[in-house]
């Protein structure tokens, strides 16, 4: 069983690899790379002439909401969603229902996953049971249960003893804690950033500080126990300058951003659209604008979409009452094609670093390269593809999403896990 | 000019034509307070449905009067005691309200935008009682009234608006109408009541009450929520009233002797304002209350006459 690509724009960061060449995959991994391959007999070949040929994009912030809360998504929803997205992985949240806190929910998300996932799927587990920040989830079990990382994502750690502990305990797994960096007292209540736009149309707003505080804590405490700190969702231009700060003296921070933090700000709320509601939420010019230039110059390693479905009646109504999050899988490559990309305010290669090989690297994961015996898990981009944002056709079970109708030029055109195309 | 909107959601909307035409509609429409029969026909066979999810006395009644001098039908409908405590969503009871073809929804409700939330999923006419902390664009416009009546104008007056700007839904509507009409805003009280970037809306902060009220024209205080007390944003209703409060004495040594009082009610006596105050000669409180149905009035009348109607 073997599949060729022909002729397209190879874009490998890993191997530092961008020219025309062929793909080709054979038994679920990458054969070969390199220009004109000759096809093997009974080989399918696909023209990928004029698209790009990467290694699989890799979402290490996804709510896939399975078990529990199936009627916001599920493991079959969800993966579609990623494959329709572009992506051949994606690590999960542990806030379902239950918690991911056990190795039996660990064990139960991976059945599903192999019986109903498209795409590959990477369990993250609680860093406290039930979420509660109150005492450690049983976390050896957890990571022998095969999760890739821990994360009380959605809520935040508020104790530091409790963190700190957390970090120790974790050090000998090699992996790291993904931190919602959030102080709930600063954040109090809060709908959206507090700025001049919450003073004008009155919503309760969380200071950027009260994820800097957070931040800046999560670093201190990396820098005490020698672990890995990874700052989910990063939005402001202060969480900016500690993370970078934080890697200048070596510390173990990484961080990850969103798509709609790059390109959408706290303006964007006036409509009062639920669906600009997010934790964190939408900050300034100013923040997007050091995300971006964080983003190219690495300091923040990767892209993650924080896939957030909701059911329409918990995003609809009034804003203060209104779910936060939004989908983001399926809008995630076009939005940063043409927000980013297009502009010219971020590489193409380093776009599909921060897409592949990065996310691999910091989870510790197979992939995220084109070298013979990697995975074959390719995504394929088309440029040029003209697409409007229309959530009826979303493969994910939610529509919540504030770029509806919007119009984006490229696209993720093919998807490709284990070697074989994935049709969503 | 004349009312094109199909909704009165906020000030900021409203360009300073459009609100000295609801300014002037309401003055002509006071008259009708003073008739021995109280009512005209121009509303006769519109429906005006006031939805109100948060307690009101005030609002709720100058609206009710107001459609009933008009001669619309007016139903009152409160969240307590309703399809709302069987646990129905608020955009389902307005549909569900909707569906029975009223001409006016009055809503007031607890969470910013429910309104404009409203405004969107209707085809009727939405008018804004106030909604969260955004705004309450009918306060703000009785307030002018009130004003252009004792002062004669608007460009040029200075107001000093006092107290909880944070949470105050009347500031925010009173900043926007009173600079687009040419006024001078000043906004004061302690640092954790006035809200961060109040500077962009164009008005000027104070951080002391004697130097807040020094020279100008009009002085608003707002209300204190006593709940501020519980979210740490003051110590105690003792010091607030101390600094705070509006006394005989801090009037007559630091305000202007043609110093308008006002306060969109109700009123906290002793602590935002001295009962001597509230009840003294600078006062127009019990007037704004009397302009408010005049205002009303007027902008059911806009939002509902003149589309089949009997005409004022």
Redesign the interface.
Known sequence: MSLLLRGGRVIDPANGVDAVQDVLLADGKVARVGPRLEAPAGCEVLDVAGRVVCPGFVDMHVHLREPGFEYKETVRTGTRAAAAGGFTAVACMANTHPVNDNGAVTDYILARAKVEGVVRVYPIGAVTRGLKGEELAELAELAEAGCVAFSDDGRCVQSADLYRRALEYTLPFGVPVISHAEDTTLARGFAMN???V????????A?AAAEDVMVARDILLAELTGAHVHIAHLSTAGAVRLVRDGKARGVRVTAEVTPHHLVLTEDAVR??DPNTKMAPPLRTKRDTEALVEALADGTIDCVATDHAPHAL?EK??????AAFGIVGLETAVSLLLDRLVRPGLLPLATLVSRLSRDPVRLLGLPGGSLAPGAPGDVTVLDLEQAVTVDPRHFRSKSRNTPFAGWRLTGAPALTLVGGAVVRP | MGWTRKDLLAMRDLDAGEILLLVDTAASLQEIATREIKKVPALRGKTVVNLFYEASTRTRTSFEIAGKWLSADVVNFSAGGSSVSKGESFIDTAKNIAAMSPDVVVVRHAASGAAALLARELPCSIVNAGDGTHEHPTQALLDLLTIRERKGHFEGLHVAIVGDIAHSRVARSNIHGMKKLGMTVTVAGPPTLIPPFVQELGVKVAYRLEDAIRDVDVIMMLRLQHERMAAGLIPSLREYARYWGLSLDRLARHARPDVLIMHPGPVNRGVELAPEVADGPYSVILDQVAKGVAVRMAVLLLLAGGKGGDGA
């Open positions: 507090e700025g001049v919450s003073t004008e149309i009155g919503l309760a707003g200071p409509t009062y009646a609809e109504g009034e804003f203060d009452r």
